[in-house]
């Protein structure tokens, strides 16, 4: 069964916890492990302090202002552009509703952060793209493991559990975007919220994300960039593959 992970901006109240645990359980710097509470303190302002992705950030608060704000993160579309275009098939919509980077299998061509709709993920120093995984490595322990994110959120504007499940819960809501609920965005990630999207500078969606990729294919720096990245992977992938005929004639 496909799972959900909901976010109900009407019981969120700013307070961090979620980024601060997801960064504790992935591992993520600053750190709060083994420090005493000074360097607690100090590693929690930090981690507070963040309005953007990267390679440390799998999730945010985006603040429009004191009153308005929500946590972003990876939505685990269910026809996800990283998936469909990455050459080297590094990222996997599993059926429980995550979408994964394999690292092993990523040639750091970065096509995925490109064309990202919701400009999630980011390339780490080791050149491989980075995000939210859904808490893959919890949720799919037995017994089930709510991600961390989840399990941190001390006002329960966190939920987890079956996407019919959760649907059913956003539909009391006014304004719901995720889920394809009410015709919205079909992804594994639902916000439900009692006010309209626009008042806290929600990102929606955003084909011309795509665009920015081909308008950067008319750009000299812009094609080989990518292009010379395709080219190397498509390279290796061929090369890999004639070995293994060669090796099929010996
Ligand atoms: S922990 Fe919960 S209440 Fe606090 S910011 Fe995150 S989602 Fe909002
Ligand atoms: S939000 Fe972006 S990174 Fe996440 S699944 Fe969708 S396309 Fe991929
Ligand atoms: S689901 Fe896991 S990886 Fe994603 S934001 Fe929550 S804690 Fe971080």
Redesign the pocket.
Known sequence: MTKS?LIDLSKCTGCRS??V???S??KLEPRIENRNQDEIRKAVEKAKGTDKFSDNE??YIHEKDIRNFY?R??MHCDDPQCVKNCPTHAIVKYDNGAVVVDKEKCEGVGLCAQVCPFGVPVMGEDKKPV?????YD?ITQNPVLE????K?CPSKA?KFGDIDEMKQYASKYKYVYGGGVNDSYNSSVIYASNIPFEEIDFKVAEVHNIANVLDAIKHPVGVLSILGGAALVGLKIYGDRKKKVQEGEK
């Open positions: 992970l979620c980024t645990a997801c960064k359980w992935n799998f999730t946590k993160q990876c995000k939210c995984t859904l808490c919890r991600p961390a994110c989840v941190a966190l």
